[in-house]
């Protein structure tokens, strides 16, 4: 890893030994929604709800709700599909969520669960065995409960010896456990640590929504970062930097405190809400900024990046960062996008992203993994083939 600038959120430049992205994992839900599901079943719970409330709709007490659109949302955001954990309960109007039954606590939780495949997967990509990893951060924008923590489930799942914690960075979680991971190898605290991703955010989504019903998708993803000096093939570290700036235009108010909180319970706010005109507007430009001053930090030309791995959020928002970081309209290879597929599943997005395409790159060509999100929060993780 080259050191980086003595910058606050960047490596500093007293590095014990440089890291590497050694392999990636993915683990994708067997089941899926496409735009014109979501929107029938959307306008289905518009219909009921308006002929329930005929009445008091009338008498302007209720107010009417409007019917969403296939196009509408294409255009918005360029989401055409996305894969969920469970579809009967997201496509039933009268449900409008995912159902997700409780497990037992001798069970691995189905967050855990999703989180093991794509440790897997990753694993097996890497070629080694589980026991040469120390530590597992499971970085994601939603916890499964507040303890035993997740990364000790998996960690234990996995057969691993050494430490494991949660945390939660919301969309940019994944490069936050990036950094942090990358942080542990340069200090000499752990050998090999596995970054894990499981997002279910059909989970936090209000599906009763117009605004944002069509937002997001479950996945799970995994990165193992590596000891430059151990590991074989993979992606050389060259810099991680984190930055975060207080926002309330995306939040999610759901919490252990909401029950002490009289008259709050089922209020629309304790799943995800934002302000997403306000998000486009003050993100772009914070993200743009990042990544050029992080790159001319490190020395490297942006324009000259090979390929951007961006947060999938938005269509608009990608294009338009691409546009200012490359400093041109990028071609489909240099910023990617998987989120038509996908849809925004948070923290994961720019991890499949960068797992999806990624073989193409010959040794000494850079590239750029980004995550943006709620908080604000944006991390950035400049990578180069070996
Ligand atoms: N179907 C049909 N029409 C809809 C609709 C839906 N589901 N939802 C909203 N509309 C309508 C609105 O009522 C509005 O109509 P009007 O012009 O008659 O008032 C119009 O479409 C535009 O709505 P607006 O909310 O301004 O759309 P937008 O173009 O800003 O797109 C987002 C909305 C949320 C997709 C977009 O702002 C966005 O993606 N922002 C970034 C947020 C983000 O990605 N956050 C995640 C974390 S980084």
Redesign the pocket.
């Known amino acids: 890893m080259r050191a980086g600038p003595d910058e606050p959120g960047s490596e500093r430049r007293h590095i014990l030994h440089a890291a590497v992205i050694a392999a990636t994992g993915l683990y994708t839900p067997a089941e899926r929604v496409t735009n014109a599901e979501l ?1 029938e079943a ?1 306008n289905a719970f518009v219909e009921i709800h308006n002929t329930r409330h005929a009445a008091k709709i009338a008498a302007g007490e209720v107010e009417a709700l ?8 294409e ?3 360029g989401i055409k599909s996305r894969y969920v954990m469970n579809r009967s309960g997201v496509v039933d109007p009268e449900i409008m969520h995912p159902l997700i039954p409780e497990r037992p606590n001798d069970e691995l939780s189905i967050m855990a669960e999703i989180g093991v495949a794509a440790a897997k997967d990753a694993i097996a990509r890497w070629g080694k065995d589980a026991s040469h990893i120390d530590a597992v951060v499971c970085a994601a924008s939603n916890m499964q409960r507040a303890y035993p923590a997740m990364a000790i489930e998996i960690q234990e799942a996995l057969g691993i010896d050494g430490f494991g914690f949660d945390m939660n960075v ?2 940019s979680s994944a490069t936050f456990g990036i950094k942090t991971a990358a942080d542990y190898i340069a200090t000499g605290s752990a050998r090999a640590v596995l970054v894990v991703n499981p997002e279910i955010t059909s989970g936090h989504l209000n599906f009763r929504d ?6 997001f998708g479950d996945v799970a993803t995994a990165v193992i970062v590596e000891r430059a000096d151990q590991a074989g093939s993979g992606w050389d570290i060259l810099g991680t930097r984190l930055k975060t700036v207080f926002s309330n235009n ?1 939040r999610n108010n759901f919490g252990f405190l909401n029950r002490t909180a009289p008259g709050s319970e089922g209020a629309a706010d304790k799943l995800f809400v ?7 507007r003050e ?1 772009v430009p914070m993200v743009s900024e990042m990544i050029v001053t992080h790159a001319a930090d490190l020395g490297i030309d942006p324009t000259a990046l090979k390929r951007l791995w961006l ?1 999938q ?2 269509i ?2 990608n294009d338009l960062i691409g546009r200012r970081v490359l400093g041109r309209e990028p071609t489909a290879e240099e910023n990617v996008i998987i989120l038509d597929e996908f849809a ?1 599943t ?1 923290s994961a997005g720019s991890i499949i992203a960068f797992h999806r395409a990624h073989e193409d790159f010959e040794a000494g060509e850079t590239g750029l993994i980004c995550s ?3 908080g ?1 929060s944006a991390g950035t993780v400049f990578v180069r083939r070996r």
């Open positions: 929107v959307f409007a019917p969403s659109s296939v196009e509408f949302i255009k918005a955001s919301a969309c117009r605004d944002s019903h069509f937002i995306i934002q302000e997403g005109r306000k998000v486009f993100v947060h959020a938005n608009n928002m925004n948070s943006f999100g709620a604000y």
